[in-house]
């Protein structure tokens, strides 16, 4: 007999899932924002002037999905160790899984944005950084916690000190310095550049912040005190966001009072990705800490969440493709109608297209996620 798992050990991983689905459909809703919004672009950060308000918190809103999906990378490496022998099998497993990762991106993650084949860019985005950051992980699982702690802060609070350090592109530290930290090209041939858009550096602090918390979710942790962690975690990191903010100044462009609330409060939220800064993270971790602590109140509406958030991987690619096939489909039918794209003309549209995704794309994902839970035999479907 199979004897069903502990109800707080059910709504612990719950919790993990549901808050890794709800960040994926944030991502849903800011690539269908990338596909058929692009005529109206913004950058990073982005123009308060001339940026929409609804544009403006549609792409804000977004922020919290890397953060918060490679925070829960690091915990659910910790949990992985937990469930199976050890750091061993962790730093085998996000070796693995790191490398792995990272060839999906130069392969079938780079096709679905580009359709190019032989490809003449190859974009480093979020999988690429995820899988690079995996693969330091897998090294950094054997220092004591309290030390990878502390190198996880000083990664991240330390980091934008290195925003002026530049070396030019004959320089051998230039392809280092622009996966590290720099947002830029490396040019491999004549036909092949790569655009490092997400560079490593500070999501390596991230993912091992994310590991360091992996005690708060032991099977043995007490429920009370991990919530309480989750609690000061959030409520101090958003007053921490609040107090260097309104200091304007390091890793940022400063804020200022707009025409309207709306405007000030968009200037004062207006912070870097790319790499993400100090503030930056300390906002998108701390609402990811809060809302797991409320995901930890179970609710029937977590576990459709939860279902996206059981099988990331396959959701990724599933809806690129998806996107990519509707664009191609509505192209076809109705022109460029907005100078080089097609696009939508309101970002209701953005919305609603991302809901109607969302809906059609439950069904196989709940699907393969069946799968994964029954067919455990198969060590590939971890991957995914």
């Known amino acids: 007999m199979t004897l069903a798992p502990p109800r707080s050990t059910v709504v612990r991983l719950l919790s993990i899932d549901a808050l890794r689905g709800l960040v994926i459909l944030f991502m849903l809703l800011d690539h269908v924002r990338e596909t058929f919004f692009l005529h109206h672009q913004v950058g990073d950060p982005m123009s308060v002037a001339t940026t929409e308000p609804a544009l403006f918190f549609s792409r804000t809103l977004a922020h919290l999905c890397a953060p918060v999906f490679v925070l829960l990378t690091g915990l659910s490496a910790w949990l992985y160790g937990e469930k199976y022998a ?8 996000l070796f693995n ?15 679905a944005w580009t359709f190019q084949l ?12 995820i899988g690079l950051s995996m693969i330091a992980l897998s090294a ?14 000083v990664i991240i609070a330390g980091h934008n ?30 036909g ?23 005690p708060w979710f032991g099977k043995m942790a007490d429920v009370g005190a991990r919530q309480r962690a989750l609690l000061i975690s959030g409520v101090v990191g958003l007053a921490g966001f609040v107090a260097l903010r309104l200091l304007n100044g390091y890793g940022e462009k400063s804020w200022s009072v707009g025409e309207s609330s709306v405007q000030t409060l968009m200037s004062f939220l207006n912070i870097t990705k790319y790499p993400p800064s100090l503030l930056f993270l300390t906002l998108t971790l701390s609402v990811g800490c809060l809302l797991l602590l409320w995901f930890e109140r179970q609710r029937p509406w977590l ?5 996206f958030g059981s099988a990331p991987m396959f959701f990724y690619l599933l809806h690129l493709y998806a ?6 489909i509505a192209v076809a039918l109705f022109g460029l109608n907005q100078g080089n794209w097609f696009g939508f003309s309101s970002i209701g549209a953005v919305w609603l297209t991302a809901l109607l995704l969302a809906v059609a794309l439950y069904p196989p994902v709940k699907a393969f996620a069946a799968l994964k839970a029954r067919r455990r035999d198969l060590a590939w479907l971890k991957y995914l």
């Open 161 to 190: 000190l290195l925003d002026t350090l530049h070396f030019p592109v004959e320089s051998a530290m230039h392809i280092p310095w622009a996966i590290l930290h720099d947002r830029g090209w490396i040019e491999l041939t004549d």
């Open 192 to 214: 092949l550049r790569l655009r490092t858009s997400y560079p490593l550096l500070p999501w390596i602090g991230v993912i091992g912040l994310g590991y360091a918390m992996g």
């Open 303 to 307: 576990r459709p969440l939860a279902v």
């Open 323 to 328: 996107l990519k096939v509707l664009y191609l």
């Open 97 to 111: 899984r790191g490398l792995f990762m990272v060839v999906l991106e130069f392969t079938l993650v780079n096709f």
């Open 140 to 153: 950094l699982v054997w220092l004591p916690r309290p030390v990878l702690l502390l190198l996880s802060v």
């Open 118 to 129: 032989p490809p003449s860019v190859i974009y480093l985005q979020v999988i690429w950084a």
């Open 86 to 93: 050890g750091k061993g099998d962790v730093c085998r497993f």
